[in-house]
């Protein structure tokens, strides 16, 4: 499976063939090639949420140089800021915070106050999508945490693909895992997680943004639970789409 030699070599088909590969594979199997090929150019995409820290704890085993990352979009909940620092402090490294360009009040003062309740669309591009995408600059690839079943426009996440919103590769280790497997992931490893999962948020983003779901409701139906929206568009085509 040795088919990529540098980013710019990268033939989707070759990909394609590749994700087809992996998908008999473990997730810690998908790593391990990912973080051998892309030594140096490959980093974890990490909310803290369940899907994340599973992974964090994946890859420290293999190799615990891979930097880690966060959007710190200054709306985060205090649990988050907590797992965040437990994760910490268990794989003895820091998560590399990745702030928007703009602070709170200079958002407000351009667009007015609680921007998330009125365009959050826009909101999310100025505090997610736009550092998201100065920071991998630096990267060739990396790794997010979304699964096949979270949501229909993640049902057809490969393995591995090529990123075309933000130019790189982008491994999805768990795009086969369900959140049962998951949670018997963190539970036999001891993993770190966010105390909100305890309370009825399996999907966890900004705290305007996020509420948790009653009995029966869709797990990602506590996002934007106000608006159609229910991506950030970090994993959308959101150069045709908007931020979203
Ligand atoms: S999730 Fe909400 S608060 Fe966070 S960036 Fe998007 S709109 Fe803004």
């Known amino acids: 499976m040795d088919v990529i030699q540098t980013i710019t070599d990268i033939d989707p088909t070759e990909l394609e063939s590749l994700s087809k590969a992996f998908e008999q594979k473990t997730p810690q199997e998908v790593l391990q090639w990912g973080i051998g090929k892309f030594r140096g150019e490959i980093t974890l995409a990490c909310s803290f949420g369940a899907e994340d820290v599973a992974l964090v704890d994946m890859i420290a085993r293999i190799d615990s140089t891979v930097p880690v990352f966060y959007l710190d979009t200054d709306y985060l909940f205090p649990e988050t800021a907590e797992v965040r620092d437990r994760i910490a402090a268990r794989y003895g490294m820091q998560p590399v915070a990745v702030k928007p360009l703009v602070?709170?009040?200079?958002?407000?003062?351009?667009?007015?106050?609680?921007?998330?309740?009125?365009?959050?669309?826009?909101?999310?591009?100025?505090?997610?999508?736009?550092?998201?995408?100065?920071?991998?600059?630096?990267?060739?690839?990396?790794?997010?945490?979304?699964?096949?079943?979270?949501?229909?426009?993640?049902?057809?996440?490969?393995?591995v693909e090529f990123d075309k919103i933000f130019n790189l590769v982008k491994f999805n280790p768990l795009a086969t895992?369900?959140?049962?497997?998951?949670?018997?992931?963190?539970?036999?490893?001891d993993v770190p997680y966010n105390a909100l999962h305890d309370r009825n948020y399996p999907s966890i983003g900004c705290a305007p943004c996020t509420r948790p779901v009653k009995p029966g409701e869709d797990p990602r139906a506590g996002r934007w639970a106000n608006f159609a929206k229910k991506e950030c568009g970090l994993h959308l085509e959101t150069d045709k789409a908007g931020a979203r």
């Open 103 to 159: 602070t709170l009040e200079e958002q407000s003062a351009e667009h007015g106050t609680d921007l998330f309740g009125r365009q959050p669309d826009l909101c999310c591009k100025i505090r997610k999508v736009e550092p998201l995408r100065r920071h991998l600059g630096g990267f060739d690839a990396w790794v997010t945490g979304i699964r096949r079943d979270q949501a229909p426009s993640r049902a057809n996440a490969a393995l």
């Open 177 to 189: 895992w369900t959140s049962d497997d998951v949670w018997a992931y963190i539970r036999a490893n």
